[in-house]
């Protein structure tokens, strides 16, 4: 007969096989973004990135995008989410805290990037080179740029002589600066304010790529765009060094070629955005104005003040890296 002693390790061993058989759950992970839910920017990019990560991942984790701010709304305080371990990733953009993130000025500086394309490129590369600095507080995923930040304005300007006087609104201080180069009388408004404020007369235009032109609307007041191109926002995919260490071996790898997906799809969203902004707006009579080659010398050298003032504050060699992948870019020598 079987004793009660056999009888419970029996049941014993047999418990602890069957809890050994159980597979581990899945690291749940969150990627944050203040960007709406439906903008093309997460729709298009963020959560095709997400997929593609979680394909690879084999088990180990899934990770979620968390839009419209649901994790932290303030644009200027998305690294901190992931410092602090709120989120696991998120988006973020570095010249929002230029005292951070020094190295990151020069992406702003006027008549250099003269498309998301290329300016992505570059930061990319710079990153991959170990140009830029980042701080420890954050492992870098992805990086990228918009397109340049261009005027838009209720009346033409086909030159940086017509911005003269005009009421600009700007992003942060080297926009602030650019404007200012060129005899224009820069403004703080708020985004969402801009339509509204070039409506009433209050401003005469504003500075945003093509995709914040389309996605604040600032085509039904402001029917003149000049394309001179007054810098790019450099922006980031970051994630938690805690969450990141984490991972297995396996994991960190797909984590790593993320970055390089990201850039594929990067230039297919751009490319079809930017055709698809262009069109809409021209079709409706919007009217494009595109620089010489000699009045972006003339605002380059209308701000070389500013632009040693931004490289002085960079790290050693980060312009000449920005510079010589921008020209590696243009001349196919990538």
Do not use: C
Request: glycine share 10%; aromatic share 8%; proline share 4%.
């Amino acid at each position: 007969m079987t004793s009660l002693k056999t009888l419970l390790l029996g049941t014993a061993l047999t418990g602890a096989i069957g809890v050994a058989a159980l597979p581990a759950l899945a690291r749940e992970m969150t990627l944050a973004t203040y960007l709406p839910a439906n903008s093309a920017f997460v729709t298009d990019l963020l959560e095709p990135l997400a997929a593609w990560i979680n394909e690879r991942a084999n088990g180990e984790f899934s990770l979620e995008v968390f839009a419209g701010g649901t994790l932290g709304r303030d644009p200027g305080q998305q690294d901190r989410i992931v410092s602090s371990g709120i989120a696991d990733l998120a988006v973020i953009v570095p010249g929002r805290n230029a005292g951070t993130y020094p190295d990151w000025g020069v992406f702003e500086l006027p008549g250099l990037a003269r498309s998301a394309e290329e300016g992505s490129y570059a930061v990319w590369r710079m990153h991959n080179e170990g140009t830029l600095r980042t701080g420890d507080e954050l492992h870098m995923v992805a990086a990228w740029t918009t397109d340049p930040y261009i005027f838009h304005t209720s009346t033409p300007v086909e030159s940086p002589a017509d911005v003269q006087g005009l009421r600009v609104r700007v992003l942060g201080q080297t926009q602030t600066e650019s404007v200012l180069a060129m005899g224009g009388v820069p403004q703080g408004v708020s985004i969402t304010e801009t339509p509204e404020a070039i409506s009433r007369g209050t401003l005469d235009g504003a500075l945003a790529d093509w995709s914040v032109f389309d996605i604040f609307r600032l085509g039904e007041v402001a029917h003149y765009s000049y394309e001179i191109p007054l810098g790019v926002l450099a922006m980031a995919l970051v994630m938690n060094p805690d969450s990141y260490g984490e991972l297995s071996a396996e994991g960190q790898a797909v984590m790593a070629g993320a970055g390089e997906e990201w850039q594929r799809l990067l230039v297919a969203y751009y490319g079809r955005e930017r055709a698809r902004i262009l069109d809409t707006y021209t079709a409706r009579g919007h009217v494009i104005h595109t620089p010489t080659e000699a009045q972006i010398a003339d605002v380059i050298e209308a701000t070389a003040a500013l632009r040693e003032q931004v490289a002085g504050a960079a790290g050693d060699g980060v312009m000449a890296a920005y510079e010589q992948a921008l020209t590696d870019y243009r001349s196919g020598t990538r």
